[in-house]
C-alpha cells in the first residue's frame, strides 16, 4: 500500500448526499476481486448514457457532459468532495478500490457510511469529516475556481485550501500510523515476519510429520 504523507491534489466537487456504493460501483462490475481495473467504472450511471457491462471497451460509451468527472477542468482530480453520508449501502470494498483506482487519494463529506470508512484506510485512501460549513465553502470556491487544489498533511491532519485556510480533521492514531507508513493488514502481519519464522522453524522441529511431503 502506497504511503500517505503529505498530498496536493485538483478538488472534483460531487455535490450530492447519500452516494451508496452501488452508485460509487454498480453491481455487474463486482465479479473481480484483483482490486484493479474498475476506475473507468467508477460513478458508472453518473458518467455514461449507457449501461455499462463488465470487460466493456467504456473510451467509446457517450457520456453524460454535465457530469463533474466528464468536465475537461476537473481531469486528473485525486481529491473528491461530497455531502453527508457518502459511501451508505452495501459493504462493497470495491468502492475504495474504484476510487483509489481512478486516482483519488481523499475523499471528504460531513459524514461517511462506516463500513465504507473503515475499507477507505484499509485500502490506502484518506477518508477526511470537515463540518458542513468547511464543505460548502470547499464546494463554493472549487465551482468558482478552476485548478482549486487543496493540500492535506496527515501528519499534521490539516486540509489548507489556495487562499490558506486551514481545516484541522481527526483520525485515529492507529489508521493514521498505517497510512504514513503504507501499512495494509498484509503489511502490518509481515512486520512480524522474524517472529513468524522462528516459530515455523520451532513447529517443524516439534512436529515434522505435519510437514512432509504428501504423495
Same mark, same amino acid.
Given at each position: 500500500m502506497r504511503p500517505f504523507t503529505v498530498h496536493t491534489g485538483l478538488v472534483a466537487p460531487l455535490d450530492l448526499a447519500n452516494v451508496d456504493t452501488d452508485m460509487i460501483i454498480p453491481k455487474q462490475?463486482?465479479?473481480?476481486?484483483?482490486?484493479?481495473?474498475?476506475?473507468?467504472n467508477l460513478f458508472d450511471e453518473l458518467r455514461y448514457e449507457d449501461e455499462g457491462q463488465p470487460?466493456? *471497451?467504456?473510451?467509446?460509451?457517450?457520456l453524460k457532459k454535465d457530469f463533474v468527472l466528464n468536465q475537461a477542468r476537473y481531469q486528473g482530480a485525486s481529491v473528491l468532495i461530497a455531502r453527508?453520508?457518502? #459511501?451508505?449501502?452495501?459493504s462493497r470494498e470495491h468502492a475504495p478500490w474504484a476510487l483509489d483506482d481512478?486516482?483519488?487519494?481523499?475523499?471528504i463529506a460531513p459524514s461517511f457510511a462506516d463500513i465504507f470508512f473503515n475499507n477507505c484506510f484499509k485500502n490506502g485512501l484518506l477518508p477526511i469529516v470537515l463540518t458542513e460549513a468547511q464543505v460548502e465553502q470547499v464546494f463554493t470556491e472549487s465551482e468558482s475556481t478552476e485548478g482549486?487544489?487543496?493540500?492535506?498533511?496527515?501528519a499534521d491532519q490539516k486540509v489548507t485550501?489556495?487562499? #490558506? *485556510?486551514?481545516?484541522s480533521f481527526d483520525v485515529d492514531a492507529f489508521r493514521k500510523h498505517c497510512l504514513l507508513h503504507g501499512l495494509d493488514d498484509i503489511g502490518l502481519t509481515l512486520q512480524h515476519a522474524d517472529a513468524i519464522r522462528t516459530y515455523e522453524d520451532a513447529r517443524k522441529q516439534k512436529a515434522p510429520w505435519l510437514f512432509a511431503d504428501k504423495k
Open positions: 462490475f463486482l465479479k473481480s476481486i484483483k482490486r484493479t481495473g474498475f476506475g473507468k470487460d466493456q *471497451d467504456c473510451s467509446t460509451r457517450p453527508k453520508n457518502f #459511501g451508505c449501502g452495501s481512478y486516482g483519488f487519494r481523499v475523499v482549486y487544489a487543496l493540500s492535506i498533511n496527515l485550501t489556495p487562499s #490558506g *485556510d486551514e481545516f
